[in-house]
């Protein structure tokens, strides 16, 4: 049997209450927020999950904790993020054991790999589980461009599944795309890009993994089914308004990525009543008061003024 | 009058003898066969037009030779390609006196300027001219993105008219697209990537600038026609094939992106008549006889498989 | 008290045994090869002690062992290598627990933290211990060059006492120097960069912390030597000989750098019967038979011709 | 005749009068103060020079008046700064027939050569002329690192007589050096940064190109007399002072390095009367005065407390 991801699977992110611990009740109420939604998996402990802030303790217990609310609905992916193999796959003993049902991994990051080693890597990772293996293609942080033909071995022998593409090259996206289906179509393929799953899915993408999917899961879903059943005018519409929403993440000045894009998440998922704090793990800080208001603004402006898709939203029973 | 540029817009590459002399018979072949082919625009000395080899008297003569032949059939853009603004306006004169519609120009380069400074660079720059400008968006060459704020404030100023993006930053164009749909539209945005033309579309680009157009310019003009009538599905056959044709483009190992690239788009044309040589300026070398086999043979592929489009050439009088 | 750091001090790397099981009688044998040679430090869980890939109980062994070894003749830094504060923290309580003198950390990597996070960052790893904190500046690894002026605020605020420059930046090196003299001196600094440290000895670096200096830890106490009684003819002379020697690291071409380098380490400490096995860490592979045939080669030319450093090793009773 | 170059070859600016026209008048005044401060030779049109925002005309003025007041008594070399090979060459024309004594050219820019387009460009370039040939090496604004076995290949086989090294990779350039003295020392080899000239002639470099030698020739020509003595002490004196006076490149905050760096140079110039006016070419802005006052207090105080400087002037008949 072959495990296939599409759809929405949105990388979840790690709440922390105001003391700087773990929040495991919200993080059970996103999990509710997000499955309501209509998402199609969970990804848990990827980089929007604050993933490399989170002592090996706590990500087990985010591991646990959202296989146990999924509790099969959904399969939970869960990110193994570690410098090299021999810790990479401690990290694979640390989500199996937590009840994850996919594991997603990064090439060697500080160290700096070439492409056989890479190669090597993935295959010994996938070696070392029998859970079925993403490989998360993330050179801004890694600084390594994974290579199309390598993905499409790697997922004609087995060893891969699927790809997770944040890459930001949409060029190399859709050569994948292309490279994957001459070969039978062994990987899932999902963009992690937020403000182009429509072109991403009118390419090919099986799915798409929206940090933004955490505030809007039934916009994404809902694009994702226009795109479906071929409807590409009603997928570019959901994705203009979600992308006007993604506006949030660019509201604050002079902080990192971190700050500016989880911690949107964070403070729109507050706002909505879904998570407790938009609290930031050491050493990122907390969104300003300015800056949050300019967020939940947006988030206010989204949803009001698009009734049709409240009026979706309750007739899905959402 | 705003003028608006939209459709395909090829950049055209710059034939050279065998030689190495400008091939100005093999540029009038080129230029009517892209006319034919049913392209909306002319861009020369362009990337794809080597013209960063090219002197400035062949930089002349190329853009009289497309003036003269499109014979204001399709408007003539041309690139002003200097490091800083006293040598790029010293080419706006150079293409104004070849008789070009509009003028491309990057930030400055090998210098390394900042924001305010780039945007002082596109100011003088549209002063000194009655010429439209386009900013022309290509941070592998020239190391700077340009600023999605910048460029809409410009186009409200009425500085520039456009935006050739060759970023590779599908999330920054869509942030530009729908930022300048806020701002009441005032740039044409081109998508410089030839095989995401169907999703930039999509997104709400007004054309695409394809390297590729040279070889297939019917192609980008059916993968047009159908985003405009809202044949997604069709657009996005259209867009596959041409991808399958870019690879053209990765057939050759262990040189360099000039040589691989613009070199394949040569000897695709010289396989199909229009050009006389896939001669390359110095130092870049020609592709080697097997590289130039797996080429034709793609190219061959490209048309056979389709009769179709073959069909729809002869109707059209192609 | 302040601790401060200077003379050779080098990143002791990691040996394993053929089976890639950690080899802690190589690494005591290593230790006293280092002692012997006459380091006045020891860094393990450096970059070349492959920190990246060793599993936390190893990463505990390794310091263990050095302090052990080193019974207090000199001092044992370790390195924190982590992606984040709190997983810093978390190495600090274990190099704490294996005996460690003092602390090296890195900025956040995979996160993109910003200078003031970055800041806060070694804030908050130095309020957590009582050991002594170095920073260490290696952007080719971590993305982010340290700011010369956060340095020197944190070394006069006490928050850090040194600093392992392995920038590549000679010029932010020597406004460094000047920088920390005009503070006061409050930091160590010390050059990662082997082969450029008579150089920075006479800019006025306080030490030098060089991956070759596990294999000819003496070459490097003689020229430190040299620079301290301002020789500074035989100082160049001995860095010359040492750079040649540096070129073991260039001998393996197609490899990755972790294989190149600190490959070629282990490698000439197998041939020189210090270290049992050239072995490294997955997904490094070990170099080929021809590489190490050149790598001895190197070692042995740098042996024999320079009969009177040996006579001069004989004198110091090494 | 082999010719070889060596001691302090300052990179000239280039002055322009407030209205921003050449100002040829204070050119000649500035290349008087060079020669009387005692360099070895004047290198025009580099970076330092603005060479990328002069006209072809301006750049022909420059070479011709530099060769005028030099009269013989130091060697002139241009810069030939363009793009490509075809354009490089047009250069070489242009600086020939200003009279320059050598060349000074960069890989192709902007276009993405690999490194055997690399190693035809120089040797296209070098056929092209009987001026001898440096390579000049500035990846920060070119993008390619030359390699260290293509120049000294280039060396030996005589297309090149030297390498300005601006790369900031200081481990390269001791490389460099050994690599060049064992194929026989077929080249000068200088390097372009102003704050490590110490080190880099302890290393064996040959001479220096100091951007900041145009405000202070003198000191330059003290530190590279000292170090040709072997009075290291006193070359990393005199080192140490002019990094200090190199502070008046760091004094804006905000602007280009353009602006801030070349700027520093022309406002610190026109403070010391040898030039009229510290004009930047378009688009960079000439600095604020709050900047040009805390330059003018470096250079002063640069000058005060060094009594026994002047006195050498004084006595040097400068």
Redesign the interface.
């Known amino acids: 049997m072959t495990t296939t991801f599409s759809g929405v699977i949105p990388p979840v992110i790690t709440p922390l209450a105001d003391s700087g611990e773990l929040d495991l009740d919200s993080l059970e109420s996103l999990v509710k927020h997000l499955i309501d939604g209509g998402v199609n998996g969970l990804f848990v402990l990827g ?1 929007s999950g604050e993933v ?4 090996d303790a706590d990500r087990q217990r985010v591991v646990e904790t959202a296989v146990r609310v999924a509790a099969g609905r959904v399969p939970v992916l869960a990110g193994v ?1 570690e ?5 990479v796959i ?1 990290q694979v003993r640390l989500v199996e054991s937590g009840g994850a049902d996919a594991i997603v991994a990064t090439a ?7 492409a ?3 190669d ?2 993935f295959r ?1 990772v996938a070696a070392s589980t029998d859970l079925p293996l993403l490989a998360y293609d993330v050179p ?4 390594t461009k994974l290579d199309i033909a390598m993905l499409v071995r790697l997922g004609t022998e087995g060893v891969i599944v699927g790809v997770k593409d944040s890459s ?4 190399g996206f ?2 994948l795309v ?1 490279a994957n289906r001459a070969a039978g179509s062994p990987l899932s393929l999902l963009t992690g ?1 937020e ?2 799953a ?3 899915l ?2 090919g993408a099986d799915g798409v993994v929206p940090g933004l999917g955490n505030v809007d899961p039934h916009g994404y879903a809902q694009l994702v089914a226009a795109a479906q059943r ?1 409807d ?2 009603e ?2 519409r959901m ?2 308004r979600l ?2 929403l993604f506006e949030i993440v660019f509201q604050a000045s ?6 500016g894009g989880v911690g949107a998440f964070k403070e729109a998922l507050t706002h909505q009543g879904v998570i407790a704090s938009g609290r930031m ?5 907390r969104l300003e008061a300015d800056v949050v208001s300019r967020i939940t603004a947006i988030v206010d402006a989204s949803q009001s003024d698009d009734s049709s898709i409240d009026a979706v939203r309750i007739n899905d029973g959402v």
Chains 1, 2, 3, 4 share one sequence.
Do not use: C
């Open positions: 980089s490399a802030f989170l002592t993020n410098t090299s193999t021999p810790r401690q060697p990051f500080y160290v700096l790999p070439n056989d080693e890479i090597q890597h010994l801004v942080r890694v600084r930001g090259d949409d060029v859709r050569r292309l890009h403000v182009v429509d072109g991403a009118l390419a071929g590409w005018a997928a570019k994705q203009d992308t006007e002079g902080v990192s990525g971190e700050a793990s050491p050493p990122i800080p």
